[in-house]
């Protein structure tokens, strides 16, 4: 009962970490023309192989962006880690958007991802610097894919493992590297079905929370099939908001390889007490 009543303290407490901010504005490949052609010609089954990709790759750095448009305005929250895919474990800072006059007194939240749950740190009116919130992301109603304010960055590959549609757009960059761009729409049960072991009860949290279980994105996959870029469009209605709220989540990955180490907190590092409102 402890163990729930946590989770259910602290999905409280994430839920506002969105509507809080909504509601508080008013090169050709190695292979040649050949191996190029191939790639583009089943693009849904290319995306489907993205996620197994990142973890035969093992690590990267990321780095998130979220973008929220309700009532004709627009508010970014961005984040900045590593993960290491294999563990599906990732460190994140997260920095809210500013306040209307200009000026922020938020400080960056600390957030340390694994599979099922969520550990926030600076986040949560009364919990002490110390501490930490740990949250079930399958309590949650999106899946934590909004909620945080960050994608999870294998989450956010494992979204495609529900690709339905997708068309080969072309070749481009980002930051520098060769890619390919692919546009389509993923099915969050699909997904769910198709995904991890540690993925598979957030996504389908997801798939019944949002809006609408369709997901369209724009993917970018370098030549070894690893994601360097994908945006989802998310669509959610909140306590607070009466239309749907728009989010576009982009997930930037890069420096694979790069050193990660994730240390999980202790028991007794983690908040158990009540939170107050914000």
């Not at 749950?117 to 992301?137: H, I, Q, S, Y």
């Not at 339905?164 to 520098?176: H, K, L, M, P, S």
Request: hydrophobic share 40%; aromatic share 6%.
């Amino acid at each position: 009962m402890a163990e729930r009543r946590r989770g259910l303290m602290g999905a409280g407490v994430l839920s506002g970490l969105v509507a809080g901010v909504c509601a508080g504005v008013a090169g050709c490949s190695a292979g040649g023309a050949a191996a190029e052609d191939g790639r583009a010609a089943d693009p849904v089954e290319t995306l489907h192989r993205a996620a197994d990709t990142l973890v035969a790759a093992g690590t990267s750095k990321a780095r998130t962006s979220m973008e929220m448009a309700t009532g004709g305005t627009r508010v970014t929250i961005r984040g900045q880690g590593v993960y290491d895919y294999r563990t599906q474990r990732g460190a994140l800072k997260v920095l809210l958007p500013q306040d209307p006059a200009g000026t922020s007194e938020h400080r960056p939240i600390t957030e340390l991802l694994a599979p099922g749950a969520l550990f926030m740190k600076n986040r949560g009116a009364g919990v002490p610097d110390d501490k930490w919130v740990r949250v079930e992301t399958a309590a949650l109603s999106d899946g934590n894919l909004v909620t945080g304010g960050a994608t999870d960055p294998f989450a956010a590959a494992e979204v495609l493992r529900g690709t339905r549609t997708a068309t080969y757009v072309g070749r481009t960059e980002v930051a520098g590297t060769a890619v390919r761009h692919y546009r389509g729409t993923a099915d969050l049960a699909f997904a769910a079905d198709k995904a991890s072991a540690g993925g598979r009860d957030a996504l389908r949290a997801a798939a019944s929370g949002f809006a609408t279980a369709r997901v369209p994105f724009d993917a970018y996959l370098d030549d070894e099939g690893r994601i360097r870029k994908v945006r989802h469009r998310f669509s959610f209605v909140n306590g607070q908001q009466k239309e749907a709220v728009a989010v576009a989540s982009t997930t930037l990955l890069y420096d694979f390889g790069a050193p990660v180490e994730v240390r999980l907190p202790a028991a007794e590092d983690i908040y158990a007490g009540r939170i107050a409102e914000e």
